[in-house]
């Protein structure tokens, strides 16, 4: 037998308000709700952040009275050799923590799935890395990795005959020790949105796929990935911005060291705005890390929208 | 219906992405543009002094004795904010225009200041007992115009701090060169001082990280020590100095010896490290730290007063000079408050204020005083402190304060570090872009000569 899937049919084009509803009242009301928000987001995120645009053009010297330099930060910026090292370190962090992340919480949704008592106290357990501050994850990862059989992974190591590793201090391995981490952060996040996907998945298609004795891999090939498509959406764009944004993991787990073989682009401008006090020169990589983000997510989105089409 | 809010679903989606998108990237910009203002309801009170220092809870509990102290004897009240991320909130405030009207802060920044515009001139003379502060600390607060910009508050200096007990019963001297250091490090690494029978100890503890500077702050001693400067003054400017003769056998010695020598001399993870992660000293697996006197404290509660020694810094081939820094008082530019700042600062020099920064339950935040009709080792009962201020007086010797010496330090700590990290580098390529990009520096300030 055969399991028969109903497949949907072709979507109309939404047509959700007719021009006389976005004059009316019903249009008015969510926008009052939204105000407040609205209002705040424009005060302490849209106005600085043009703020942060227009100051990337100047040599910032609030005192002195700025200095237009036009596009020399961005020029500045995009030749300096350490801040090309760190967005190729950022896209290496980026692209391996977003996937290793999802790959890592859909197996821990796939194995977590379930309604039973013991599963939600095992679920919160693994959940806790999320709700932890990450400087405090950066210090405990610092332990966890020391590089004598004193760290808790190099004694692992030593039980196994084999020699401490220096995992932060080495500028081979520093970069995918951090990843590590990102992953391990991660994953719960991705792991809560893919489990809610999971718990939209008709059950009577699993039963089918039972009697009709599929293999496991098929099962998540063609009943489980297709029904979380949208939870993995989700899970895809949140990575890209997280990604790319990625800064205190690194700031406490290694500074950007060593040797600048884990600085990434946030580590970058913060040590041009904050150590070498140059604001122009950071808000530029800042508005340049901005225009890659909104890149990514479109992108994202547009494969995402192709694939629910299709 | 289903439909309708599926759809809705997507575009709020789409739009809490795009939001999302915007919050992040607008992250680093707004930390940048939007200025927390004074947010003092007594800011525009000329009788109230609005006063920041870059203090951790425990130092502030100092700072508001000594603060109590002036309200009590002027009748001028303070509106006191320790402050951590003293340089990114300071930034906030200098985008709104609205300064705090004294700061005390690094005596390496005002050169950073000044040329951003932060800072009031200041003339000695206005300020009362000027004349018992030494020529020394007034010099280090002459800015590029060659006017004050600063008035010295807490000045030290590096000394070797060393595990008293554990030298002893290994039978070592007190190190004087930086040769009986290293064979002393490799004694405390190797020959189980702690006597537990396991090989857990390290020799050396080295804040060697290039975050916010440290291995340059760090290293600077050594390289002093070694006949080294960053930069040189040269007649009303300044040139690169790290690609001398010095600087490459210096760093060469620091790189074989130290980071790339046997294992143990220094701790694991050294290239890392930050002073707050540096623990190692008084966890009590490390035998030696060269580093400022703010630590006795944080040494005496951890270790004990007769497990360690305060030593005066071993010699390098061109003299023992360490790094001298320290706090200055600052006034913020265009606060109209002249008076009330200079009695503030006038208190805060004089032998009472000094005192009382110096003594008390909580952390000191004056090291050595700068009042000079004060002796450290006096005013607290221990002589420990003489050596700090042997030092500072007579065998110290500061960074150049009146350029901006922020990117200075950062690009020679990430030089510096990168050097350290690879065991096989050419130190002589390395310096010598070292000393291209100090020059790009100079030369962005209109230094360089």
């Known amino acids: 037998m055969t399991a028969t899937v109903t497949t949907p049919g072709p979507r109309r084009a939404p047509r959700l308000l007719s021009k006389k509803a976005v004059l009316g009242k019903k249009a008015v009301l969510p926008w009052l709700f939204l105000a407040p928000g609205l209002l705040l987001a424009l005060v302490f995120k849209f106005l600085p952040m043009g703020k942060g645009v227009w100051l990337s053009f100047f040599d910032v010297r609030p005192f002195l009275g700025d200095k237009w330099v036009g596009l020399d930060n961005y020029t500045r910026v995009l030749t300096d050799h350490r801040f090309q090292d760190a967005i190729g370190h950022t896209l290496v962090l980026g692209i391996g923590m977003s996937l290793g992340g999802i790959v890592a919480g859909f197996v821990l949704a796939l194995l977590l799935e379930g309604q039973a008592r013991s599963l939600k106290i095992i679920r919160t357990a693994v959940f806790l890395p999320v709700v932890t501050a990450t400087a405090v994850v950066g210090e405990m990862w610092r332990l966890m990795y020391y590089p004598t059989s004193d760290g808790l992974i190099n004694s692992g190591l030593g039980l196994l005959g084999m020699g401490p590793v220096p995992y932060l201090d080495n500028p081979e391995t520093a970069l995918w020790a951090t990843m590590a981490m990102g992953i391990w952060m991660l994953a719960p996040y991705n792991m809560v949105i893919i489990l809610a996907g999971l718990a939209g998945v008709d059950r009577s298609l699993y039963e089918a796929a039972a009697m009709d004795g599929v293999s496991l891999w098929q099962r998540l090939r063609h009943i489980t990935l297709p029904a979380i498509r949208p939870a993995l959406g989700i899970v895809l764009t949140l990575a890209a911005i997280r990604g790319l944004r990625v800064f205190t993991e690194v700031y406490v787990l290694t500074g950007g060291g060593p040797a600048g073989s884990t600085d990434v682009w946030m580590t970058r401008a913060y040590t041009l705005g904050f150590s070498r006090n140059d604001i122009g020169g950071a808000s530029a990589a800042s508005v340049l890390l901005l225009c890659v983000t909104l890149l990514f997510t479109v992108t994202v989105n547009y494969f995402r929208k192709r694939g629910d089409v299709r | ?449």
């Open chain 2, 1 to 449: 219906m289903r439909d309708r809010r599926r759809c809705i679903d997507v575009r709020l989606r789409r739009g809490h992405c795009l939001a999302a998108a915007l919050a992040v990237s607008g992250l680093l910009s707004g930390t940048a543009a939007c200025g927390s203002g004074s947010g003092s309801a007594r800011a525009g009170d000329p009788n109230t002094l609005e006063v920041w220092t870059r203090s951790d809870p425990d130092s502030a509990q100092t700072y508001k004795r000594v603060f109590a102290a002036f309200t009590e004897k002027t009748g001028i009240k303070i509106d006191y904010q320790p402050v951590m991320n003293f340089d990114q909130q300071l930034q906030s405030r200098a985008s709104t225009k609205d300064l705090p009207d004294v700061m005390i802060n690094d005596t390496a920044l005002m050169g950073s200041y000044q040329a951003q515009g932060l800072l009031k001139p200041i003339d000695p003379a206005s300020i009362a007992g000027h004349d018992e502060i030494t020529a020394k600390s007034w010099s280090s607060t002459v800015g590029r115009d060659g006017r004050h910009y600063g008035i010295p508050y807490s000045r030290q200096a590096m000394t070797l701090f060393v595990r008293k007990d554990w030298r002893q019963k290994l039978g070592l001297p007190q190190p004087k060169t930086w040769q009986d250091t290293l064979a002393l490090a490799k004694a405390f690494a190797t020959r189980d001082p702690d006597g537990d029978g396991r090989k857990n100890t390290y020799g050396m503890v080295v804040p060697g990280s290039a975050q916010n500077g440290y291995v340059a702050w760090w290293g600077a001693s050594w390289l002093w020590q070694g006949g080294v400067r960053i930069i040189e003054k040269d007649g009303s400017g300044y040139r690169p100095a790290m690609d001398s003769a010095a600087a490459l056998r210096t760093v060469t010695w620091m790189k074989d010896n130290l980071f790339c020598g046997d294992n143990g001399v220094i701790q694991p993870s050294a290239l890392t490290s930050v002073t707050a992660n540096t623990t190692n000293f008084q966890d009590g697996n490390a035998g030696m730290y060269l580093t400022g006197p703010y630590n006795i404290s944080t040494f005496d509660k951890a270790l004990g007063k007769d497990k360690y020694e305060v030593l005066p810094a071993p010699a390098g081939p061109a003299g023992n000079d360490v790094l001298a820094d320290g706090e200055d008082i600052y006034f913020g530019a265009r606060t109209g408050k002249a008076k009330q700042e200079q009695a503030l600062a006038a208190f805060l020099i004089s032998p009472e204020g000094q005192t009382l920064a110096m003594t008390g339950d909580h952390q000191p935040v004056v090291r050595i005083p700068v009042n000079s009709t004060l002796d450290a080792a006096r005013v607290r009962g221990d002589a420990r402190w003489s050596v700090v201020q042997k030092a500072y007086e007579d065998a110290s010797l500061q960074f150049p304060n009146a350029p901006d010496w922020a990117p200075i330090k950062q690009d020679t700590a990430d030089s510096l570090n990168a050097l350290f990290t690879y065991c096989g580098s050419d130190v002589k390529a390395g310096l010598k872009e070292l000393n291209d990009t100090l020059a790009g520096d100079l030369k962005d300030q209109d230094l360089l000569k």
